[in-house]
């Protein structure tokens, strides 16, 4: 299984960006899936994900902001960013569970800053 996360970069305050997670070696239509992110200093946490039913689910101060989505077509899945913020500046991944195991992208960094 791998896991190829892009679509980080600076962006001010207010604005949007769209992250991908493209998986090869598992299907995400069948497998539950997350983002999570870390920023210096921080633990890592889940900002957002879906279930393997399809279900979003959302952190509390990525709510109404963030959007959790999949391609089965392309077996990406996307985490479309709005009203960013400084503090949601962080280094971000993805994550699958497949067969009881997890894996990981490598990462993408999202600065938020004007």
């Known amino acids: 299984v791998q896991l190829q996360a892009s679509g980080g970069g600076l962006v001010q305050p207010g604005g949007s960006l769209r992250l991908s997670c493209a998986a090869s070696?598992?299907?995400?239509?069948?497998?539950?899936m997350g983002w999570y992110r870390q920023a210096p200093g921080k633990q890592r946490e889940l900002v957002a994900g879906?279930?393997?039913?399809?279900?979003?689910l959302y952190t509390g101060s990525v709510k109404g902001r963030f959007t959790v989505s999949r391609d089965n077509a392309k077996n990406t899945a996307y985490l479309q960013m709005s009203s960013l913020k400084p503090e949601d500046t962080a280094v971000y991944y993805c994550?699958?569970?497949?067969?009881?195991?997890?894996?990981w992208g490598q990462g993408t960094q999202v600065t938020v800053s004007s």
């Open positions: 994550q699958a569970a497949v067969g009881g195991d997890d894996y």
């Open positions: 070696g598992m299907v995400f239509s069948v497998n539950a």
């Open positions: 879906l279930t393997r039913g399809g279900t979003p």
